[in-house]
């Protein structure tokens, strides 16, 4: 993941468990999609959960991109044949 999309995540996910009232820190959410422990107490699952979600919905997102410009391609090649008619 690039350096500006794991700042930006971390961000995100600090900026909405902390609406939710989840106290921890940005410097203890950075570590914490960092490191990923295995034992974890659940303000961290809450920041990890969320993570994992948007993460998700990042693939997804790009999947459609993906697949927006091949079809984008592909209008456009049909439309150059049907000029070429």
Do not use: C, W
Not at 5 to 32: C, F, M, W, Y
């Amino acid at each position: 993941m690039a350096t500006f999309e794991q700042k930006a995540n971390s961000l995100s996910a600090h900026a909405s468990t902390s609406i939710e009232g989840n106290p921890l820190p940005l410097t203890e959410v950075k570590r914490l999609l960092k490191s990923k422990p295995e034992n974890i107490r659940d303000t961290e699952r809450e920041v990890l959960n969320y993570n994992r979600i948007l993460e998700k919905l990042n693939e997804k997102i790009r999947k459609v991109d993906d697949l927006s410009g091949s079809q984008t391609a592909m209008i456009g090649q049909s439309n150059r044949q049907r000029l070429q008619k």
